[in-house]
């Protein structure tokens, strides 16, 4: 059984080295249409001079139908004369031609000797050089293939050659003696040529493999100068390189590009409390994250620490900036698996474009950390362009920083206040307090810029303590049924002792804490969870009222309202800007206001500004409101008389007849 296992071996066409095979069956593609057309010329020739003396099925169903088989294979050819093939594949591919050279062998030869004893000898000589011609071509075309360029060999000598050799005729037979020397030599040069295309394809292996060993050290030298080890992205070094090469380019071509720092918020976290150990795997997942993102032209590297750079080799218009940093900034927002925890970080992006932020490279990455800075400050986990106007914010805050620093908060910080209404009674319930800063050099100072600078400095401690002072110290000159509404950053409730500050300072200013409530913005919630639940609860417990302020503008206010101690909440303006014209907005305020009446909570509608909005909200259930439609925030020494006339008014109301 031996010779059936050699057979099948041989009939495999397979020869064991797969690079080998690979390479064959790539260099037999480009003979593929000259094999096919080969087969079709010659056939077509032989099967028109037989039309007339050969039976039909003979001259033409037969021929027809090689014909198409051969016109199958080359559109099949293709279609796929672009792929590259695997391993696997290749064998396959290999079998598959070894038994489809067989079977095409077997046909043609077949058909040349049933169509043989038809017509003149003329005719005869004709099928006799169709074979010899058709398998002189057709072998060169299998050159490359060893087993199936011989099993044709084979075949058609052994089957033709032997038919001729049968026939009788002196001449036939002379033909099949000079077909079989022919098919011998045929095999020689195949066994030759064989050899040579392995020794040349083995030759290119070996230089292959030693250009890749000397690309690896090379590699390796430049991994060890260039690549940050943790990440595996580039390092500082490396980034300042390709920064100032990609510049020398812009300014001969005229073109531009791209930089952006990235900044990792909350990494500080990670590593305080799950150790370095862990933010280094944090650091290695950023690399990995920052890799999986495609963009031509695109380069990340790692700074230093939680910071990252970028580079866009090509200018991009601001709008595709955006999107290439919100996906730069969505990827890094993803939880992070820390020590069997999960970590929630985001990254911000500050971008810069070269010329247009700076002629420089020192310039354009000063440019980019200052959008950076600008997106830390305002705009987290979100991508920043820069402008000019951040220059100047830069500068504006460096200023505001500086005389905040050295302000004589007593003297120069100062309250006004904007009433809260009872729609039903159409008299004030309260007054929310409203801090206000003027400075002897800047003016006044917007709240929302010296708050913010105050928060980021842990400045905010000593203004709340005056303004909170100043405030109950108004308060203590009020009737007695008006609450203060006294707002509170992320700072002043961070531990237990600040909020202990708080309870210190309403106790001692003589006011009854029931009438003091704090409102707390959820963005100061998810600073610590759990600290602002600790130090809300101490204030609840002292007897001050607690209200969430802006309702609606973060993810997961629902859940807040569930696990913290809350009074009141307050519906932000965003909603009520457009209550009047959007149906939306109406069937919010309306669920916000259900939920409150559900859970035993005050609802406060603030922004109102037109009356038409005051008599939709109304209609919607709402009763405490607050916005300009009603009163603009005023100084502390206008509120006594503008409660006297209030209270008034409400009063002339009620006994209207």
């Known amino acids: 059984m031996g010779w059936l296992a050699r057979l099948k071996k041989m009939l495999s066409g397979v020869e064991g080295d797969r690079e080998l095979l690979r390479a064959q069956l790539h260099a037999f593609s480009r003979q593929i249409p000259l094999l096919y057309f080969i087969l079709l010329v010659n056939t077509a020739a032989v099967a028109a001079t037989h039309l007339s003396s050969a039976p039909p099925w003979l001259s033409m169903y037969v021929p027809g139908t090689l014909g198409v088989l051969c016109l199958y294979r080359c559109v099949r050819w293709w279609r796929a004369r672009n792929r590259t093939l695997t391993a696997a594949q290749a064998e396959r591919e290999m079998r598959s031609l070894t038994w489809i050279v067989s079977l095409f062998g077997i046909a043609f030869s077949t058909w040349s000797v049933l169509l043989f004893p038809y017509g003149t000898a003329y005719q005869q000589a004709q099928v006799a050089f169709y074979m010899a011609t058709t398998l002189v071509g057709s072998v060169f075309c299998l050159i490359h293939l060893r087993v199936p360029a011989m099993l044709l060999l084979c075949i058609v000598i052994l089957s033709f050659a032997g038919f001729l050799a049968s026939s009788g005729s002196p001449v036939f037979f002379a033909m099949a003696i000079d077909m079989t020397l022919v098919g011998v030599a045929l095999a020689v040069v195949i066994q030759i040529y064989w050899r040579t295309f392995a020794d040349a394809i083995n030759a290119q292996r070996e ?73 280094d795997l944090v650091l290695q997942e950023v690399g990995t994250r920052l890799l999986s993102i495609s963009e031509t032209g695109l380069m990340f590297a790692r700074l230093g620490g939680d910071e990252f750079g970028a580079i866009v080799r090509h200018r991009l218009s601001n709008e595709a900036l955006v999107e290439l940093g919100q996906r730069i900034c969505d990827a890094l927002s993803r939880p992070y698996q820390v020590a069997d925890n999960v970590a929630e970080l985001s990254g911000t992006i500050g971008w810069a474009a070269f010329p247009e932020a700076g002629s420089t490279v020192a310039q354009v990455f000063e440019r980019a950390d200052a959008a950076l800075y600008v997106g830390k400050e305002n705009r987290r986990g979100m991508p920043v362009i820069f402008s000019t106007e951040h220059e100047t914010r830069m500068r504006r805050l460096s200023l505001v920083t500086q005389e905040l620093r050295h302000a004589d908060l007593e003297a120069e910080l100062f309250l006004e206040f904007q009433p809260i209404y009872d729609l039903l009674t159409r008299r004030p319930i ?87 409530t704090f409102e707390i913005t959820e963005t100061a919630l998810t600073r610590d969870f759990e600290q602002a639940h600790s130090a809300m609860t101490m204030l609840k417990q002292a007897g001050c009222r607690m209200s969430l302020d802006d309702f609606g503008t973060g993810y997961s206010s629902l859940s807040y309202v569930h696990r913290l101690p809350f009074d009141a909440i307050k519906i932000d303006r965003s909603f009520v800007s457009d209550v009047d014209t959007n149906s939306a907005s109406k069937k919010i305020i309306k669920s916000v206001i259900d939920l409150c009446r559900n859970l035993g909570l005050e609802c406060v509608v603030e922004g109102l500004e037109t ?40 009063h002339a109301v009620e006994t209207q007849p």
């Open 207 to 279: 230089l292959q493999a030693s250009q890749q060993n000397t690309q690896s050290l090379s590699d390796d030298n430049y991994r060890l100068a260039n690549l940050d080890s943790l990440t595996g992205l580039p390092n500082r070094r490396s980034f300042f390189s390709s920064l100032r090469a990609i510049s020398e380019q812009a300014l001969e071509t005229g073109g531009g590009f791209n930089v952006g720092l990235i900044d990792l918020d909350g990494f500080k976290q990670v590593n305080d409390i799950y150790g370095h150990a862990s933010g």
């Open 430 to 516: 309260g007054l929310e307090a409203l801090g206000r800063w003027h400075n002897a050099r800047l003016g006044m100072v917007r709240p929302e810029e010296f708050i913010r600078i105050a928060e980021r400095t842990e400045l905010i401690l000593g203004i709340t303590d005056v303004l909170l002072r100043q405030a109950l110290a108004e308060v203590a000159q009020w009737p007695a049924d008006l609450y203060l509404s006294f707002n509170l950053s992320a700072i002043d409730i961070s531990t237990s002792a600040r909020a202990r500050r708080l309870i210190d300072i309403v106790e001692a200013s003589g006011v009854s804490p029931h009438r003091v």
């Open 611 to 650: 009356p038409l909005q005051a008599q939709v909200v109304k209609a919607l259930g709402a009763r405490a409101v607050q916005g300009y439609l009603f009163s603009l925030p005023m100084r502390a020494s206008a509120v006594g008389t503008f409660l006297w006339t209030a209270l008034a008014q409400s």
